[in-house]
């Protein structure tokens, strides 16, 4: 029985900090609890039943998915090569390693915020760079013009973490045994043959955990969206975690807003564990 | 004959009432200290606009108000976007951590109903402030400080959109200042084609929680009302509406490319360098034009002026200046120091401190009194400034108020949704419709009833809509 009674203390912390709030967040979204007023009374299934007939939730629904969709498999590509191009020692290897880094330290919305002015259209520099190839003044819109709107901010997505899918990868590939890569070479395997047949199966389990970490992020994706454009123009850009903020502390609706996180928690979990499935690494 | 008994009675009473008099001529502000008094040595916390705006109580009122009382005031600065929900958290949580509070007009409805404000009359009443209460310019004064019969806050800031326009422009050009919004246009279109790219005709903050406000205010010029009175339908999609939107992304090429994206600075900026011959704004732009206090060092981010004597003062076209946001103070249900901190706004609301406090260049508190608009020290403070403080007392009289319902923000978020869609080149009428429908469902959801009440209190209100 002792050694129950050791990890009690740790048992009690994690149900606090973890199954604690989902309990709460699950009784909350059976209430009716609207900051505005007192009413606490219990509403049954009332908010699941509103989600399905939400529109703009589902909407950011969507366009969460499109910001993974196409961020994810960017930030991969860009890190993996960046990863493949480090991997080798070089001299100045470790400085450039840093500098890559230094994005992924930036708080997100500080980025927002910084890429923001990087877009405005009267003194962002984009513009100023744009002008000057194009030989006329430029005053695009970046963050105004459904046409802009999203390419501008999977640049700055883009931008902040591909340099920790390149970290990542980097640990990754400096972990393939050289002896394969030896043999491989003397066998006369051609660069693509390498990567494929030896350099990938190796980093595999790596790279499950970086899309999986990156993929989970970008369901969440907040802060850069919310520094450049709020959501805008009106809930084009609207993530769901922007949609499920503005609920609950901007219009007030606590249970709906439960509703709404009991939702992703679902929808992630499912994902994560599907993934995991997929990925052979849930053992 | 008056026996001496009598004589000596009527002497006696005159003599008290001498020496009742100081006590009776004693000022809202003198009586508020008097009663802190017996306060000195506890701390008042009070919530403000974080920024500028806190300069005051930070800067000038807080330690003023030691001074004199003995009691500390704790300063919490929250920006504008969030001060709703923090006093309305913070009275959820019941934690007392707030004791006055500054409340934009438009919400009190909302946080009264909630029981996050304290009714103040019993101690308006208590320490003798109806008198100087009343002499708050009317409009502010019968709008902005009740929510049914019941005081929850004094209206302390004259906020109203202002027209800016280059005196000296538009006389070179043998223009005359608009006061339609077809005149507006066609005045603007002419000065940009003269002068851009080295001048606009004009710019506005273009940001949506900006726009909406003037898109209120174009609404009702135009004659639009919000609901429809009986069913509480929203007709914010009626002719109205999709004309003044419609108009107003039409004003946008005239204006300097990129404006669309707009705030209160990027705005302001561009008028005091010239860049724009016409602007509307909030009061301060008229005092920064001026150079009036751009030397002190907390307005050093304000671009230097290079329109000062040049600027005249008007009545935005229409004539009817929406009266945006503004702050009234309140004292919070929660806080366990109430009466201190009802004294401390009392004294800050007073006809001698707030004439102090709207002249302070820095801290963004505009003329909310008939004795600020006549204030000879004011008009003395730079040499437009009597004509500038006439158009605030002209706009406090034509001005419109704010939408205020059971759930405000929730209108006003799918309006800011609409203005950012208007920018991205939808259709007025598309957007418009999909503003109104949104209106209806939060219609629906707080109660058509309850709502329709809110908004006959609202539309029933003297300013709320263009007197015919």
Redesign the interface.
């Known amino acids: 029985m002792f050694q129950y009674w050791l990890i009690w203390p740790a048992v009690l912390v994690i149900l606090l900090i973890g199954l604690f709030p989902i309990l709460y967040t699950l009784m909350v979204s059976f209430q009716n609890i609207n900051?505005?007023?007192?009413d606490r009374s219990f509403s049954g299934f009332m908010h699941y039943a509103a989600l399905f007939r939400d529109l703009r939730l589902w909407q950011a629904l969507g366009h969460t998915l499109i910001f993974t969709c196409i961020a994810l498999p960017l930030e991969l590509l860009l890190g993996l090569a960046m990863a493949l191009l480090f991997v080798d020692r070089m001299p100045g290897r470790q400085v450039f390693v840093a500098l890559l880094v230094l994005p992924t330290v930036i708080s997100p919305i500080i980025a927002g915020a910084t890429w923001r002015l990087l877009f405005?259209?009267?003194f962002g520099p984009i513009n100023q760079i744009l002008g000057w190839l194009t030989g006329e003044?430029q005053?695009v819109?970046w963050?105004?013009?459904?046409n802009f709107v999203y390419p501008a901010i999977l640049l700055a997505e883009i931008w902040q973490w591909t340099p920790f899918m390149f970290l990542l990868l980097l640990a990754g590939l400096a972990n393939v045994d050289p002896s394969q890569l030896e043999a491989a070479e003397i066998d006369g395997a051609g660069w693509w043959r390498t990567f494929f047949q030896i350099v990938l199966p190796a980093i595999r389990p790596v790279l499950a955990i970086a899309l999986l970490i990156r993929g989970l992020d970008l369901f969440r994706l907040f802060d850069v969206v919310w520094a450049l454009t709020k959501g805008?123009?009106?809930?084009?850009t609207e993530t769901i975690s922007i949609y499920a903020y503005?609920q609950g502390?901007?219009?007030?609706e606590t249970s709906y807003t439960a509703a709404i996180a009991v939702l992703i928690i679902v929808l992630l979990s499912i994902l994560v564990v599907a993934a995991l499935k997929r990925m052979e690494i849930a053992r | 004959m008056i026996s001496r008994r009598a004589v000596n009675g009527g002497l006696a009473v005159l003599a008290a009432l001498a020496l009742a008099g100081p006590a009776f001529a004693q000022s809202a502000a003198d009586k508020a200290v008097e009663a802190a008094k017996q306060y000195s040595g506890t701390t008042i916390t009070i919530v403000w606009e974080a920024g500028l705006q806190s300069l005051d109580p930070l800067n000038f009122s807080g330690p003023k108000w030691k001074e004199l009382t003995g009691i500390d005031v704790k300063v919490v600065e929250v920006p504008t976007a969030e001060m709703f929900t923090k006093i309305l958290q913070e009275h959820r949580a019941g934690t007392g951590a707030y004791d006055a509070l500054n409340v934009i007009p438009s919400w009190m409805s909302d946080l009264a109903r909630a029981g996050a404000l304290e009714p103040l009359d019993a101690y308006v009443d208590k320490y003798g402030y109806r008198d100087e209460l009343q002499e708050i310019a009317p409009v502010y004064r019968d709008n902005q400080m009740k929510v049914g019969d019941t005081i929850y806050g004094f209206p302390d800031d004259g906020d109203v959109f202002v027209f800016y326009y280059r005196k000296d422009i538009l006389e070179e050009n043998g223009l005359k200042v608009p006061t339609t919004w077809a005149e507006f246009a066609e005045t603007a279109q002419k000065l940009t084609d003269k002068y851009a790219p080295e001048m606009y005709g004009a710019a506005f903050f273009r940001d949506a929680p900006y726009a909406q406000f003037m898109f209120q205010e174009r609404f009702r010029v135009e004659g639009g009302k919000f609901f429809d009175p009986e069913t509480m339908k929203a007709t914010v999609n009626s002719e109205a509406g999709v004309k003044a939107f419609t108009e107003m992304r039409a004003e946008n090429k005239f204006m300097p490319p990129g404006v669309e994206t707009w705030g209160f600075v990027e705005n302001l900026a561009a008028f005091l360098a010239g860049d724009t011959a016409m602007t509307l704004s909030w009061p301060p732009y008229g005092r920064w034009a001026a150079g009036y206090g751009t030397d002190q060092e907390a307005l050093n981010w304000v671009p230097k002026s290079t329109v000062a004597g040049k600027v005249g003062y008007a009545l935005p076209p229409g004539g009817h200046p929406q009266l945006a946001a503004g702050f009234s103070l309140s004292v919070s249900a929660s806080s366990k120091n109430k009466e201190a901190a009802y004294l401390f706004i009392q004294w800050l609301n007073s006809k001698d401190i707030s004439l102090q406090r709207v002249q302070l260049p820095y801290a963004l508190r505009d003329p909310f009194r008939a004795s600020h608009f006549e204030s000879a020290e004011y008009k003395s403070r730079w040499p437009e400034a009597p004509e500038y403080l006439s158009a605030l007392q002209q706009g406090a009289v034509s001005g419109l108020l704010d939408l205020s319902l059971i759930q405000t923000d929730k209108y006003e978020e799918a309006l800011r949704q609409g203005i950012s869609r208007l920018w991205a080149g939808e259709d007025p009428k598309a957007i418009l419709d999909d503003v109104a429908a949104q209106w209806d469902a939060v219609t629906e959801k707080v109660g058509v009833e309850e709502q329709k009440a809110a908004y006959a209190d609202w539309a029933g209100k003297p300013n709320a809509y263009p007197s015919k």
């Open positions: 900051m505005l007023e007192e405005d259209n009267r003044p005053a819109l963050l105004v013009n459904p805008g123009p009106g809930t084009m503005v502390f901007q219009q007030f």
